[in-house]
């Protein structure tokens, strides 16, 4: 099924490919035709007004400049739209690097690592070759950080079931083309690490003309009668009405200089992020949804009879015509003669009376949108993938043909696993590489998929809601002075915390007091087998020591051993990395020891 995916997005991408070289040409050719009518306009009125016809000049140079901003507004359009198919190109040939395990120049998500977080590092769910760079397809701040929320804290079970009923509907593969110019519309656009987040923090928080009400009034008045003195001042009356204007002009700019650089440097920084948004927004608000859950969620985006994109637009113009203070030529004459800076700063400030909530409530609604685009790519590049159904019956997990989503191996095992109930534990055993680790973290990344409302890399699956808990990657840490014995211990004490708050605790534990010595490992581990058993929590434990199979017959029905195995066949080691009832017949250290060069002696 991946292979017949990969093929749809290889054709995709050469189909892009080509319509993309086609309208490169247009848009140089109409580039071309953009210089020739500025040239041509040119040497007509040169013409005309060397001839001493000037009315005709300058007629000639008002036509021609009106030729030349449609032309100009034309190209903008054709070139925003080869960029647009340059871009659904890269679209289709990142879903097929993502179908073949080349996830390296994806984002991880490296600001969302958090070594203490109760599941993420454990699980690869952040950072180089994780389940974020499979699963994000987001370029905006607010999009990751929406996706990044939902990998780290599990949904209530209504939410699950909207975003799955969501995301089934964008993953159609008849909103595929819908779905891709979507995802590919905020590339077109440069997305800082801070969101616009901060932006409305600060410009909650600001009232210019609130504090300094004798402004306003200025604003109107002092522009007026400053051009006006200055055209009189051409006409051959005095200057110096003109010249004590512009000063005081000169001297309001210079007494709020901070004000106006702190209203100009918090807004240009969200310049190109609000033009992304309004594309994406104007793509949104146009488009007929059937699911009830994103009708919802785009009727959120009309207040008042205005559309998001309409006032989230005018923002950016806002931006736009402050932004013409960065010519510090244009900026003088803007800001002595027109009080530019202040005019843009007061209609900055009546924007937010108006759509700051708005703005709020928009991009909300498109980090969701972003996070649930993902989740559908995710599910369309994945059709094979099971969306998985959610159980009242306690710490219920059951799945067929369950594989990890990350090992793009041509053919990976598979494995069925059932278990359910309170105080239940699976003691799994095997050989070293036998595949113990790698089943755990299955068991545990696809639940972290269930959780948000995402498809699962299984046949099929149900699962009862539960806090996903992970003790794996336990290491020394010296600025700590901890070693990797006693951050295992800090792991396992924040487990029984968590057990003791009344949550219900899913845990995954692999090879649990390693550190320490067989007998204290195994009278350690027994004890917390049987501590979590009086707890609201269930879980898988992996381990090498046999010994931990007896508490199947001391915790009959709550303790069940199972094994992955290996065959030796003269000097080579086979897995099948099959889950198999029962404890591990086999291991294998002693062989792979010879097998690096160890002499092993046989005991007497």
């Known amino acids: 099924m991946s292979e017949n995916r990969e093929s749809l997005y290889l054709d995709r991408a050469s189909a892009f490919a080509g319509q993309e070289k086609k309208a490169a040409a247009t848009s140089s050719a109409v580039s071309w035709l953009r210089v020739g009518v500025f040239v041509a306009g040119a040497v007509l009125a040169y013409l005309l007004f060397k001839s001493g ?12 400049y009106s030729l030349f901003i449609l032309v100009m507004r034309w190209h903008s359009r054709l070139n925003f739209r080869y960029q647009q198919l340059r871009l659904l190109r890269q679209v289709n040939e990142q879903e097929v690097e993502r179908l073949q395990g080349k ?55 209504e939410q699950v079931l909207r975003r799955q009923e969501a995301v089934s509907e964008l993953a159609s593969p008849l909103r595929l083309e819908w779905l891709q110019e979507f995802l590919a519309l905020p590339m077109h656009y440069k997305h800082d690490a801070e969101s616009a987040a901060g932006f409305i923090h600060w410009f909650k928080n600001k009232a ?72 994406q927004l104007q793509h949104l608000e146009q488009h007929q949804f059937s699911s009830p859950v994103l009708q919802e969620m785009q009727q959120k985006l009309i207040k008042s009879g205005t559309r998001s994109s309409v006032s989230i637009n005018r923002l950016a113009n806002i931006i736009d015509f402050f932004s013409w203070r960065l010519s510090t030529l244009m900026a003088f004459f803007l800001n002595n003669i027109l009080l530019w800076d202040f005019v843009w700063m007061y209609r900055l400030e009546s924007w937010k009376e108006q759509h700051l909530q708005q703005l709020e409530q928009s991009l909300e609604v498109l980090a969701e949108f972003e996070a649930l685009a993902s989740m559908a790519a995710f599910q369309h590049a994945h059709p094979h993938f099971a969306v998985p159904r959610l159980s009242q019956s306690p710490f219920l997990y059951q799945a ?58 299984a046949k099929s699956m149900t699962v009862a809601p539960a806090q996903v808990y992970t003790a794996m990657r336990t290491a020394d840490n010296l600025s700590e002075n901890t070693s990797s014995f006693y951050a295992e211990l800090k792991r396992l004490r924040v487990l029984l ?25 195994h009278i350690g581990a027994m004890s917390l087998i049987r501590q979590l058993h009086k707890r609201n929590a269930s879980g898988l434990i992996s381990t090498h020591d046999l010994e931990l199979g007896a508490m199947e017959q001391e915790l009959r029905g709550s303790v069940e051993n199972y094994s992955f195995n290996s065959d030796i066949i003269g000097n080579e080691i086979n897995f099948d990395y099959k889950l198999t009832p029962g404890l591990c017949r086999s291991f294998n250290a002693s062989k792979l020891m010879q097998l690096m060069g160890i002499e092993i002696e046989e005991e007497a």
């Open 103 to 157: 996830l390296s120049k994806f984002d991880g998500g490296q600001e969302f690592v958090d070594d203490h977080h109760p599941y993420t590092s454990d699980l690869d769910i952040f950072g180089q070759s994780s389940l974020f760079q499979l699963l994000n397809r987001s370029v905006t701040s607010i999009g990751k950080y929406k996706l990044a929320l939902w990998l780290r804290k599990a949904a209530l079970p």
């Open 497 to 521: 915390e968590l057990t003791e708050q009344g949550q219900p605790v899913f845990y995954l534990l692999d090879e649990i007091l390693k550190g320490t010595n067989s007998r204290d490992r």
């Open 400 to 457: 067929s043909a369950l594989a990890h989503p990350l090992i793009f191996s041509v053919k990976p095992v598979a494995n069925d696993f059932e278990m359910q109930g309170i105080g239940h534990t699976i003691v799994i055993t095997g050989s070293n590489m036998s595949g113990k680790t790698t089943f755990l973290r299955t068991v545990g990344i696809n639940m972290v998929l269930a959780l948000m409302g995402a498809p699962v890399c």
């Open 208 to 279: 210019f003309f609130r504090q300094h009400g004798w402004l306003k009034p200025l604003l109107f008045i002092l522009p007026v009668l400053t051009l006006a003195a200055i055209a009189a001042w051409f006409y051959g009356f005095t200057g110096w009405i003109a010249v004590g204007l512009l000063l005081v002009q000169f001297f309001l700019a210079y007494k709020f200089r901070v004000e106006r650089d702190e209203y100009y440097e918090k807004s240009i920084g969200i310049y190109e992020a609000m033009r992304s948004y309004t594309k």
């Open 53 to 64: 016809n000037n009315n005709a000049g300058a007629l000639a140079i008002l036509g021609f």
